[in-house]
């Protein structure tokens, strides 16, 4: 007897899951009653199937299958398929399948297949998956995903997938456009895949948010992320939540680092607690580093412990630096070789710092290398200054270059350094306003003196107007100076000067003197000797003098003699042609000759 193909396919809307190998992430795919069917439905398709009716045989076998009564719904279902029923063959298979008769279940469900059961055809193709002949697999979840089976074009989408068939996202994208959460949820991963490094598409965005609404806790994890890194950071908050309710871990992880960053650092620790408690090594780094911070080592070392048995690298690197800094370096060692062989770059270049202050540059130049082509900075820069060190500049060049290259400021000013040395100004000029925009005061320093060597000759100034505008180079040197560069200052003073601004000019020669710099210290004195503070100017050039400033030597001795001091006069004179330089020691000598003949006339 043929199967009746319309009959069923009326009854075919609604569904139970087929198999129990069936993951709760893909629905249901049994054909049978609806879930609401009560008692009075019940008899009624009874009284149907007593009398004969096929249709009513199917659906009270379907209602016994769901309810789990296998032996009265077999009886029904047999009967139903005897008379050509094509949903009572799917759900024959069904049954027998649950009862671990796979083969004869296969059967019925080829039967339902072949007279149109898209769900049938579902079944038949995971059957024959799990035995692994994907030909026969592939064509019968075709014909179940051709025929608009949401299931079935999901499975046929994950083994196609498993192929790196790429027209696993068609079938992907057919099941989540049918509603199938776990499908919209990898084709969205898909999309994410697939837009490389730029920020995630649009389109991904859209099936997360689908996948999520429909309970995808995983889905709702990479909406959060999206969220966040938009700055839609209340919406973020919301699906971390929800995801994190409902188990996942690196949810609750990330929703604790929301909390922490909106200053709720108790709420924070709750979350990662959860996460850590769950296995989330991250979560278990993050309660570290706040016990940490609050002084509780015992507790920290015991969170980072535990984030590194749940595989976090960045434990063992933790626990390394809060040992480092209660000075167990033996302990500090062990565990930055631990994250170290783990493929910690940061770890690895610790660890090659603190063999190199050990007294092991052999031992830490290894470790350098292997941070530095893990791409880590720091260890890049460090690679250059252990090759400065034994004279091989080249090498130190290399290295620095591809720190600077990667925004390391300090190298970058190696690098202009280097670079002005070999007379390659203008590539320098580019080295050095990277390295002083990145805030290094010697950078902002040599720009402005390299800015500087290009101004022309300032004209002399007009008594009694001051010139206002400040040159470039004067803004970087005044840059530097403001953070303690005590040449920087000296220039500034100068450049001042230049200007007629001598308020300006005494205060940045005063910070410069008042820090050690002898050259402050002269050319305050010759500001104050200006003014008439010869007694002022005295007490500077003697600290510049007494630093090894000549000038200022011969400027005291000059200021001696004026006073009828010629001694003392003679005295700094012998100071000066020791300092020099040689047209200073010159003067200084004619002069204590003229004091020595004075003396003793």
């Known amino acids: 007897m043929g199967f009746m193909g319309d009959r069923a396919t009326l009854l075919e809307t ?257 979350w990662w ?48 630096l809060l040992c480092a800094a209660q000075d167990r370096t033996a302990q500090a060692e062990q565990w930055y070789r631990r994250a170290a062989y783990a493929g910690h770059r940061e770890a690895a270049n610790a660890l090659a710092v603190l063999l190199l202050q050990n007294g092991d540059p052999a031992g830490a130049e290894p470790w350098f290398s292997k941070a530095a082509e893990a791409g ?48 390659e100004e203008h590539t320098a000029e580019r080295h050095l306003r990277c390295a002083a925009g990145g805030g290094s005061t010697e950078a902002a320093f040599r720009l402005g003196a390299l800015l500087d060597s290009r101004m022309p000759p300032p004209g002399p100034p007009v008594l009694g107007e001051p010139v206002t505008d400040k040159s470039e180079c004067e803004e970087w040197y005044e840059r530097a100076a403001e953070h303690g560069h005590r040449r920087a200052q000296v220039r500034v003073g100068m450049l001042a000067a230049s200007r007629n601004d001598i308020e300006a000019a005494a205060r940045w020669y005063r910070e410069a003197a008042e820090a050690g710099s002898r050259n402050g210290a002269f050319n305050l004195g010759l500001l104050l000797a200006r003014e008439g503070n010869e007694r002022e100017a005295g007490f500077w050039w003697a600290r510049a003098a007494n630093a090894g400033h000549g000038r200022a030597a011969l400027r005291i001795a000059l200021l001696a003699i004026r006073r009828g001091e010629l001694a003392e006069g003679r005295k700094w004179c012998a100071q000066a042609v020791e300092l020099g330089p040689a047209e200073v020691a010159e003067r200084a000598a004619r002069l204590s000759e003229a004091l020595r003949q004075e003396l003793s006339a």
């Not at 398929?81 to 027998?96: E, K, P």
């Not at 609050?294 to 690298?313: I, K, L, N």
């Not at 720091?378 to 060190?389: C, E, R, S, V, Y």
């Not at 390391?408 to 202009?416: D, K, M, P, S, W």
Request: net charge negative; glycine share 12%; proline share 1%.
């Open 273 to 320: 607690l959860r996460a850590a408690q769950e296995g989330d090594g991250n979560a278990a780094n993050a309660l570290g580093a706040l016990h940490a911070a609050r002084g509780e080592q015992q507790t920290a070392e015991r969170w980072y412990r535990t984030a590194m048995d749940a595989g976090d690298v960045n434990g063992a690197y933790n626990l390394a």
């Open 376 to 423: 880590s900075v720091d260890a890049a820069f460090n690679l250059g200054i252990l090759h400065a060190g034994r004279g091989d500049d080249r090498r130190a060049f290399t290295w620095y270059e591809r720190a600077a290259a990667a925004g390391h400021t300090e190298a970058a000013l190696q690098v202009g350094i280097a670079l002005l040395r070999d007379g």
């Open 14 to 270: 609604g569904r139970f899951v087929h198999t129990h190998t069936e993951r709760a992430e893909h629905g249901g795919d049994v054909v049978g009653a609806q879930d609401t069917a009560d008692a009075e439905t019940e008899a009624r398709h009874r009284r149907g199937a007593e009398s004969g009716d096929a249709a009513s045989m199917s659906a009270l076998g379907a209602l016994l299958l769901r309810r789990g009564d296998l032996d009265g719904a077999e009886r029904w279902l047999r009967a139903a398929t005897a008379q050509g029923d094509r949903a009572g063959a799917n759900n024959l298979g069904v049954l027998l399948h649950q009862r671990g008769y796979a083969d004869e279940a296969a059967g019925w469900w080829r039967i339902a297949a072949v007279a149109g059961s898209a769900a049938a055809a579902h079944a038949l193709g995971r059957h024959y998956r799990e035995r692994g002949d994907e030909p026969a697999a592939e064509y019968w979840l075709r014909q179940s995903a051709e025929s608009g089976h949401a299931l079935g074009a999901y499975a046929l989408a994950d083994l196609l997938e498993h192929r790196s068939d790429v027209g696993a996202e068609r079938w992907l994208r057919a099941a989540a456009e049918q509603g199938h959460r776990e499908a919209a949820y990898r084709l969205a991963r898909a999309l994410d895949r697939a837009a490389a490094e730029e920020s995630p598409a649009a389109e991904a965005e859209q099936w997360y948010r689908q996948a999520a609404a429909r309970g995808h806790r995983r889905a709702a994890l990479h909406l959060g992320v999206i969220l966040e890194k938009r700055g839609d950071l209340k919406e973020a908050g919301r699906w971390y939540l929800t995801s994190a309710k409902d188990g996942e871990a690196r949810a609750a992880c990330a929703l604790g680092f929301l909390l922490r960053d909106a200053g709720d650092e108790e709420s924070a620790a709750v």
